[in-house]
């Protein structure tokens, strides 16, 4: 199997895998068939705001890992992010 073929391979799976309907959908769909419109609008409403507040929690948790722990900072921008953010790139 060359490169090339990997690649095309594993862009093919990955779409598919983003377009499949997850948890969430099937959720609203459930909700919104069986009590309305209205009720498909609320969890959907509840859906988002559960996942914004998932990744604003996420966010905090890794800035403050990373303001508390020099080791955590030092793996980091071992890893280039200092390297990146100094370019000038962001």
Known sequence: ????????????LAALVTVTPG???ALV??????????????TA????SGLLLWGAAAALGGALLLATSRL???????????????????
């Open 29 to 42: 769909l459930r909700s919104t068939l069986t009590a309305g419109r209205r009720a498909g609008l609320v």
């Open 1 to 12: 199997m060359s490169l090339l073929q990997a690649v095309l391979g594993f862009t093919v």
């Open 23 to 25: 948890l969430d959908t």
């Open 72 to 90: 955590a900072y030092s793996v980091v921008s071992f890893a280039g992010a200092r390297t990146w953010c100094s370019s000038g790139s962001a």
């Open 45 to 48: 409403l509840g859906i988002s």
